[in-house]
């Protein structure tokens, strides 16, 4: 690159003094004019190709400097103490354990307390409005008018709604067990590791665990504002809609079978939600765990093989970022006598 710029630059050089020549004619000027304007396009891209070598040979030197930032870590992770890593796993193994337990016991109770909560409510407005007789143990009414139609609907409403806030404060109360379950993991340790390797990855890690965590806390901490992705709707919204086709199926008024069948519905969705949203939870947890581990035991694989090289193979390494060090300074070097010419 350096040799065809020097040609270039000759080229103009020879022209410019033929240009200066006085007693050289008028048609070898004009043709040297041309090829001085010519020839400059030429010299500009030479030297834009070479900022452009030097931005893609920093990317190289970034490279090497990554490789040694690895062969600095080794030492620190063959270090390390595999002991503690081994009491990890085993801690995470048994979280694991109560955390499958404990989520199958408080998808249980949410739903058990849910659906009496929900039958309880449902029963007092059927008894309400149409008419349970205690005495006959009959409802003498088995459908409402028109008059009373919008005054049931805004009362179901209601009733929906507050059921949702009731099952928002259950939910949350079964899934915090779990919760602090994930919670007990202890991220010092966690960090400890994550300390002993390259900063890229440290970067990576620490991405990944504030990412996690974050998940974690929202889904736990408001498990129906994030409903599983089978959810189009908001959590109230779910609940509204079979209120909505009540209401909507006759303009003259409901029936007591309309009705019922009406709160069935809502309590299938109670069931259905609960459940789904205990399983991702459940599902989250897990996968954390499961990815604690992995990271302790990808860990202790790399502690494993740093620990077996030799210090020659150390010392190969060595040289071997040095010598990519010093031909890519060689390469920069040259680059630089041809962006300053």
Request: proline share 1%.
């Amino acid at each position: 690159m350096n040799e065809y710029l020097k040609v270039f630059q000759a080229i103009t050089q020879f022209s410019d003094r033929l240009l200066a020549d006085e007693y050289q004619s008028v048609e070898i000027k004009q043709s040297a004019t041309h090829l001085s304007l010519d020839v400059e396009p030429c010299i500009q891209e030479i030297k834009q190709s070479a900022l452009r070598l030097k931005a893609l040979a920093h990317v190289c030197f970034k490279d090497v400097s990554q490789a040694e930032d690895v062969w600095n870590s080794k030492p620190r992770i063959a270090k390390a103490s595999a002991v503690d890593v081994w009491e990890q796993i085993g801690e995470l193994s048994g979280c694991d354990v109560r955390i499958r337990s404990l989520g199958k016991k408080g998808k249980y109770d949410a739903v058990v307390k849910v659906r009496k909560s929900w039958s309880d409510k449902a029963t007092k407005l059927k008894n309400k409005w149409f008419l349970w007789d205690q005495n006959q143990q009959v409802f003498k009414k088995d459908s409402i008018g028109f008059y009373d139609k919008d005054n049931l609907y805004k009362e179901l409403r209601n009733e929906v709604d507050y059921q949702g806030e009731r099952v928002i404060l259950i939910v949350e109360n079964e899934l915090n067990s779990i919760f602090k379950e994930l919670q007990s993991i202890d991220i010092e340790k966690v960090e400890y590791c994550i300390e002993c390797f390259d900063f890229k990855s440290q970067s990576k890690f620490r991405e990944r665990l504030q990412s996690i965590g974050g998940e974690i806390v929202s889904k736990f901490t408001e498990p129906l504002r994030y409903l599983p992705e089978s959810y189009m709707k908001t959590f109230k919204e779910t609940l509204r809609d079979p209120v909505e086709t009540l209401v909507h199926k006759s303009k003259m008024g409901i029936s007591l079978s309309d009705f019922e069948e009406s709160c069935k519905v809502i309590s299938s969705i109670l069931d259905d939600l609960i459940l789904a949203v205990f399983e991702e939870r459940m599902k989250l947890g897990i996968q954390t765990v499961e990815k604690a581990i992995m990271f302790y035991n990808n860990f202790l694989e790399k502690q494993a093989r740093y620990q077996l090289e030799t210090a020659q193979q150390r010392a190969a390494e060595k040289d071997w970022i040095e010598y990519q060090r010093q031909q890519l300074r060689e390469v920069e070097q040259y680059i630089e006598s041809v962006i300053s010419h």
